[in-house]
């Protein structure tokens, strides 16, 4: 257990919906990021939030969108859903730390879009 | 980021120690090598990182030359439950995003 958690586990639903994701670091982890892992395209950044703030943006979509609020949970917003974008939404968080690589992540949301 | 290329797939027997050797020719000064597992439909785990030589945790060995364009990551005496995805990634610094190459699949038979 990584001390992450991300809910919901599972969410089936339809082209053009719109979903939320949410992710609540580990405990005094000031930095969320999301990953998305589908076949084709492995693992890819998203987006990556410190302190409320929006740190990184990496191959995220405009439909696409994320907050981080002042309890340091952070949720992704998907919009206008569209079947490629089934796939595995992962958050991570990391600590303050100078030369840390270590990111702590989640179990993941698994998205079907049908 | 310096680019990673690793193999894409390797067997292994129980109670072998499994070398995982990947290349990263422009790495920079300041980055460092980490290495991550990931096991089907779970996040990734940080298992191993380093700057240069040799750094050993309970989990891993990890082994940097002098020259850092590449790294080994070795894995003792693997059991079956080590099957899984292995990662390696180059970071600039902490507390920024990781970038994921294809990873190599490790698959332990019995």
């Known amino acids: 257990d990584s001390g992450v958690t991300q809910t919901p586990k599972h969410l089936i639903t339809a082209t053009g919906q719109r979903v939320t994701l949410r992710c609540s670091p580990r405990?005094?982890?000031?930095?969320v990021y999301w990953y998305q892992q589908s076949l084709d395209q492995g693992l890819q950044f998203l987006i990556q939030?410190?302190?409320?703030?929006?740190?990184a943006k990496g191959n995220i979509l405009e439909r696409f969108s994320a907050q981080q609020f002042p309890d340091l949970h952070s949720e992704l917003n998907l919009s206008s859903l569209e079947l490629g974008d089934s796939a595995l939404y992962f958050c991570a968080s990391s600590p303050q730390a100078g030369h840390s690589y270590e990111q702590y992540f989640g179990p993941g949301t698994r998205l079907t879009v049908t | 980021l310096a680019k990673t290329t690793q193999p894409i797939s390797m067997d292994s027997y129980e109670g072998q120690e499994v070398n995982i050797t990947c290349s990263h020719n422009?790495?920079?000064?300041?980055?460092?090598i980490t290495w991550y597992q990931q096991f089907p439909s779970q996040g990734p785990r940080f298992i191993i990182q380093g700057y240069k030589t040799k750094v050993t945790n309970e989990v891993a060995s990890l082994f940097i030359p002098a020259d850092r364009k590449s790294s080994t990551l070795s894995l003792p005496r693997v059991s079956l439950s080590d099957t899984a995805v292995y990662y390696c990634l180059v970071a600039r610094s902490g507390n920024t995003p990781l970038v994921f190459g294809k990873g190599t699949r490790l698959s332990v038979i019995a």
């Open positions: 939030y410190y302190n409320g703030e929006e740190r």
């Open positions: 422009n790495i920079a000064t300041n980055d460092y």
């Open positions: 405990s005094g982890d000031l930095s």
